[in-house]
């Protein structure tokens, strides 16, 4: 891998001023830092989600969780606003 020196630094940081312009920059930083910020997370659930589950020692195994009834095709969910296009269909 080569190495950069504060000359080749300069240099590409100049050509990205040049491309993306003083305005941009900051949008540009700003999304760069959300997009590792949701990365992160992701990877951090997706390690959650594969480690096993720890037992209490005692030979008990954990209780699995029942799973809510799915609902027919086409009714909204409880509690939740129906989008106007859809008003018309359920009534």
Known sequence: ????????????????????????????????????????????GLHDDTEPEQGTGTGEQATPVARPPALPQGEPLPGLPVPRHERSRLH
């Open 1 to 44: 891998m080569p190495n950069f020196g504060a000359t080749e630094i300069l240099i590409i940081l100049f050509v990205v001023l040049l491309l993306f312009g003083s305005a941009k920059l900051p949008q540009l930083a700003r999304s760069l830092g959300r997009s590792a910020r949701i990365l992160k997370t992701e990877t951090r």
